[in-house]
């Protein structure tokens, strides 16, 4: 279907996540360098978020796609949270 | 059978094959979404012996691994634009370089893990077994697993890839019909978004 | 997965969850019925995902998202709940599958595993995979009554978002099958809570089904028995799972006949009854002929009161305190067990009657017309039964068209 030919992307956008991508991997062996005790998991999580919603965003390219794809893609990562968070339901509370 | 090859054709729907490849790739995602589940629950019960365990892990080689998987993302979504601007043969290299890089990723893999069995340390060893705690036993069980199935789904993409290359070559994937070669760059993108993961929970964690 | 029966060390005696630490202890032969579940979960995910991307991209002109027939609607929820929840439990085959060849530690305690973790990944799926069967059930209910009421469906939209709502928290309630097995008070709170909730878009249907036939023009058919005993196995099968879903009572009557009872209300009574209810009423559109309405209805009364009386005893048994999975029992149990069985030799014979019905009226019924039962969804606008490429010209649908435009 060529009437619904997409958005092409300049090289420049990609070549700016990569140094992104990178600057964030490398930050993330730093942060974790440091003694943050407990958070070091949470910050080397944020790290991956972030990381991963630009890859989602521009590799593969949901910023340029309909919004019902978008709506489907947020819609997974929220029910396998919501599925985390009740297991976790369980073995946080046992005794 | 001509006349039916050409309905097909006239039915070719790139939205729908787009949308066909992301739902393929949350059945995925839960399928790592399970395993991420076993993680975690394992690590919350053991924090300590996952801390321990974690520093066994070369974090340089890891660092490697995820250097080159993030640039190889790039040629293939870059190949991607080079495609709809008709640059075929630019195309055709940038998908070299991505199946290169994917394949120096998986020999990294296999010095990595060779290390680790020299040292004794497989699923179901001895030496395992004998001199480390059960929560080790489940972190290098779990290690082998996640990362194991991992470059399975990298040879797959490399298999995909290759495919969509050669449809490249022979013409019938184009600037119009670019939907096999969006469809391979979103299944190594997967491959991608799980190694972000992957890298801090095992590597990083000490 | 039938090899695994006839070859190695003999059938796999884990039963049909393959519960750790046993599926990897077990010396029989596990692996092949693993496997052959992994295929079969493997096609599971594929036809869901062939589904969405043709409710998604197939719709004809004018055939919006408010105009499905409720059947899609139902499809496009279970394709869901196939393509997010199996792949859980396919990882899950596969690390049993890990674990037994190669010794990886996951669920086995004596290497720090947790087996309770293998039954929380194991309902994750197996939980949603009661709503596959039951939600196409639903949606063939909500298709032949509207039909045999002439009656605009009642509530359409609610009935679209009460399927969604089974979907969706249908996916959170795996817990409901581990009360006894060791969770955490919290989690069992929880469970038990959005145990109840899903309970309410269930209830909604009924009240919507019940509507549509209220003022209805009825035209009382084999489909309509079938949808309206529907009606009624699956509310008492609903409500007996209001009593499983409370924490109190589920551990009174937990792994007893109570159980199986309620199982067999909702997946036999109401997957059943649905199946051949839909059965029935496609019948005449697959193979272009009408069955013989006098032995469908027959069939259909006799497999009733054999339902009927195999399952209601064993509320009753379960209730008493009679386990499941044992194939004997104790004296007291023996009124209700025979009665049981008596039960089951009635529906049998119904089932026989209905079987037989079907398979000759297959070949030498009467013709049916086009649309014998006056529907106004549009596989009743084809022949019957359809030419290969269904439609000439691919329909239209107008403004004022609906799958449930009836005066």
Redesign the interface.
């Known amino acids: 279907m060529s009437n619904e030919k997409h958005h092409i992307v300049p090289y420049r956008v990609y070549a700016l996540v990569l140094v992104a991508l990178l600057a964030l991997t490398f930050a993330s062996i730093g942060i974790v360098s440091i003694e943050l005790g407990k958070y070091t998991v949470a910050a080397a999580l944020i790290f991956a978020t972030i990381k991963s919603f630009l890859v989602l965003t521009y590799f593969m390219h949901l910023k340029y796609d309909k919004p019902y794809i978008k709506a489907m893609v947020a819609f997974v990562f929220a029910i396998f949270f919501v599925v985390i968070v009740i297991t976790f339901l369980d073995y946080l509370y046992r005794t | 059978m001509e006349q039916h090859a050409h309905t097909q054709h006239d039915h070719f729907d790139a939205e729908a094959s787009k949308i066909g490849m992301w739902l393929f790739i949350f059945t995925e995602l839960l399928l790592f979404g399970g395993l991420f589940i076993v993680y975690s629950v394992y690590r919350f019960m053991n924090q300590e012996a996952f801390h321990l365990a974690a520093v066994e892990l070369n974090t340089t080689i890891g660092a490697i691994n995820t250097v080159l998987l993030l640039v190889s993302s790039m040629t293939i979504a870059v190949s991607t634009t080079t495609l709809q601007l008709k640059k075929k043969g630019l195309t055709l290299f940038l998908l070299g370089i991505t199946v290169i890089i994917g394949i120096v990723f998986l020999v990294n893999k296999y010095f990595e893990w060779g290390a680790k069995i020299d040292h004794g340390i497989w699923p179901g060893s001895e030496h395992l077994k004998t001199a480390f705690s059960q929560g080790e036993i489940l972190f290098f069980g779990l290690y082998y697993v996640m990362t194991g199935l991992h470059a399975l789904h990298i040879i797959i993409g490399l298999i995909i890839i290759l495919f969509a290359a050669h449809r490249v070559y022979k013409g019938t994937v184009n600037e119009n019909r670019a939907a096999l070669l969006e469809n391979a760059g979103l299944y190594w993108h997967l491959v991608d978004l799980i190694w972000i993961f992957l890298f801090p929970l095992f590597y990083l964690i000490h | 997965m039938l090899a695994a029966l006839f070859f190695g060390n003999g059938a796999p005696e884990t039963g049909w969850t393959f519960y750790a630490p046993y599926s990897f202890k077990t010396g029989t032969n596990l692996l092949p019925a693993v496997f052959g579940a992994f295929v079969l979960g493997f096609s599971s995910?594929l036809t869901?995902?062939n589904f969405?991307?043709t409710i998604?991209?197939?719709r004809c002109s004018g055939m919006k998202w408010t105009k499905l027939p409720l059947f899609v609607w139902t499809l496009y929820g279970t394709a869901w709940i196939q393509?997010?929840?199996?792949?859980?439990v396919?990882?899950?085959l596969?690390?049993i599958a890990?674990e037994r060849i190669?010794?990886?530690?996951?669920f086995d305690p004596a290497?720090?595993?947790?087996p309770?973790?293998y039954q929380?990944?194991f309902w994750?799926y197996s939980h949603p995979a009661v709503y596959i069967m039951i939600l196409p059930a639903m949606g063939a209910i909500s298709e032949i009554i509207p039909t045999f009421a002439q009656k605009q469906v009642f509530g359409y939209k609610a009935i679209i978002a009460s399927t969604m709502e089974i979907a969706?928290v249908g996916?959170?309630v795996w817990?409901h099958h581990m009360f006894t097995a060791g969770?955490?008070?919290?989690?069992q709170y929880?469970?038990s809570l959005l145990t109840f909730i899903v309970a309410i878009p269930s209830a909604i249907k009924v009240f919507n089904w019940i509507s549509t036939m209220y003022k209805g023009s009825i035209n009382v058919q084999t489909p309509l028995y079938w949808a309206a005993s529907f009606i009624f196995v699956f509310m008492i099968g609903g409500l007996s799972g209001l009593v499983l879903g409370s924490l109190a009572t589920d551990v009174h009557v937990h792994d007893t006949a109570f159980v199986v009872a309620h199982f067999h209300y909702i997946v036999f009574g109401g997957t059943g009854f649905a199946f051949m209810a839909a059965i029935h009423y496609w019948f005449p559109k697959i193979y272009g002929r009408m069955y013989d309405k006098g032995w469908a209805n027959a069939g259909w009364l006799v497999f009733f009161i054999g339902f009927l009386a195999l399952y209601t005893p064993l509320f009753y048994l379960g209730m008493m305190g009679m386990p499941r999975r044992y194939y004997d029992y104790m004296k007291e149990f023996h009124g209700g067990n025979i009665l049981s069985t008596f039960g089951s030799w009635i529906l049998a014979t119904g089932l026989v009657i209905i079987i037989v019905n079907l398979v000759k009226s297959a070949r030498h019924g009467a013709p049916a017309e086009m649309n014998p039962w006056h529907s106004k969804t549009l596989e009743w606008k084809v022949s019957s039964p359809p030419s290969v490429e269904n439609f000439d010209e691919i329909p239209e649908i107008a403004e004022n068209d609906g799958p449930y435009n009836y005066k």
Request: charged share 5%; glycine share 18%; net charge neutral.
């Open positions: 995910i869901g995902l969405l991307v998604h991209r197939m393509l997010l929840a199996t792949p859980v396919g990882i899950t596969v690390l890990l190669f010794g990886v530690g996951v290497l720090g595993g947790d309770i973790l929380h990944l994750i969706f996916y959170l817990g969770m955490s008070g919290t989690a929880y469970f």
